[in-house]
């Protein structure tokens, strides 16, 4: 696995966020890092020399997705991921482990497999676990997830030691059949919010030696103080020198509570559908772009904020923009989330350095008063 190396810079001192240099084939990622999400091989809405300009390092593409369109095969003759996409940095796909969970009603899934009836016209897509390598290094990625079998949050201890142990078995097989140098595999290791499931997870995927580890099957129903108590117990199993992954997560302040309890990477479509949805984060909480009270407003949305939608435009703009349909308002919205979210982790950064990553947690709650939306 010589493309990739990790390594870890500096330990806050007074928690467990760290900070880090992940080399890749296609660029080192800065850690702690957000990776917007482009589903579909786009981020929706935003240009890839935009996700430069605000900061993004790494971007996340979806296996499921692409796998049904256009299909791995044509994104490999089109030149594979990162030349399909017009993204030359770090990319990363997911299995298709999340859909078995989000895509319950439209799956059948046993011991060797799971099978998805298509979305979009009732096909059937089937994923095994040397299936789903084959479609992720057609896709060409520089980093690639296991399948695994991602469980409700309330699903009973039996089912989830289930799905822990299916994971874990898929894993191996992952393993085996992976040919690609040039890509780093990632185990998953799942449990629910159930210590003891997560240390059985953890004890069967680190004999595997995976180059990178993931936390999956959170930000799945359960509360945000599930999710914190559950990453203080199982960011600790995982490999102090190893790239740590959280998916799926989430809003601004669970990624520094993340990140605070050793974190390295973080994924999300938040800032980008709440920001169609005319909800921004700022530096003073979150933005709700249709309230009336914008419409005369010559502000900026974030006088904080040095992105194309802050210093060109007024919040009224904005506002009129969503008001009559135009596309450019949840464009500009999603640039400005997508620069908040990277500006958070640019700070977290810093302030672990500096050995105050509590502090700063504190500091970011006072100043967004994170549950109020005005």
């Known amino acids: 696995m010589s493309h990739f190396q990790f390594h870890l810079d500096h330990s806050d001192a007074n928690s467990s966020g760290r900070i880090g240099r992940w080399e890749t084939p296609h660029g080192t990622v800065q850690t702690p890092a957000f990776m917007p999400v482009g589903t579909r091989g786009a981020v929706k809405g935003v240009l890839p020399q935009q996700l430069k300009d605000v900061g993004s390092q790494m971007i996340l593409a979806n296996t499921y997705h692409l796998a049904l369109r256009p299909n791995e095969k044509v994104v490999k003759e089109l030149g594979g991921l990162h030349r399909f996409m017009n993204w030359d940095g770090p990319i990363l796909t997911d299995s298709g482990g999340f859909q078995v969970f989000s895509l319950a009603e439209l799956r059948q899934l046993d011991d060797d497999k799971v099978v998805f009836k298509s979305h979009i016209d009732g096909s059937l897509l089937e994923l095994t676990p040397a299936r789903a390598m084959q479609i992720q290094e057609d896709l060409g990625a520089d980093c690639i997830m296991c399948l695994d079998e991602c469980p409700p949050h309330d699903a009973p201890v039996s089912r989830l030691q289930e799905a822990v142990d299916r994971t874990t078995r898929w894993a191996a097989l992952c393993r085996d059949s992976h040919q690609r140098s040039d890509q780093a595999l990632f185990g998953i290791v799942q449990g629910g919010t159930n210590q003891k499931l997560r240390e059985r997870s953890a004890e069967g995927l680190l004999p595997l030696d995976f180059p ?127 620069a908040f979210y990277q500006k958070v982790v640019r700070e977290l950064r810093e302030a672990i350095q500096n050995n105050v990553g509590w502090a700063y947690r504190d500091e970011y709650l006072a100043k967004t008063n994170s549950n109020k939306t005005k």
Do not use: W
């Not at 959170?218 to 959280?246: A, I, N």
């Not at 669970?254 to 709440?274: H, K, S, Y």
């Not at 974030?302 to 308002?329: I, K, N, S, W």
């Open 212 to 338: 990178g580890y993931a936390v999956g099957g959170l930000s799945v129903g359960e509360s945000p103080d599930e999710m914190y108590s559950t990453l203080d117990f199982t960011t600790p199993l995982l490999p102090v020198e190893k790239p740590r992954y959280l998916m799926g997560v989430g809003r601004p302040i669970d990624i520094i509570e993340g990140v605070l309890r050793g974190v390295d990477l973080f994924d999300c479509v938040m800032p980008t559908r709440n920001a169609r949805n005319s909800t921004a984060f700022t530096s003073r909480g979150k933005v709700k772009m249709k309230n009336l009270k914008h419409q005369t407003d010559t502000a900026p949305l974030d006088p904080e904020c040095d992105c194309e939608a802050c210093t060109g435009y007024t919040r009224g703009f904005l506002r009129h923009m969503f008001m009559v349909g135009e596309m450019l308002g949840p464009m500009l919205l999603s640039i400005h989330n997508l």
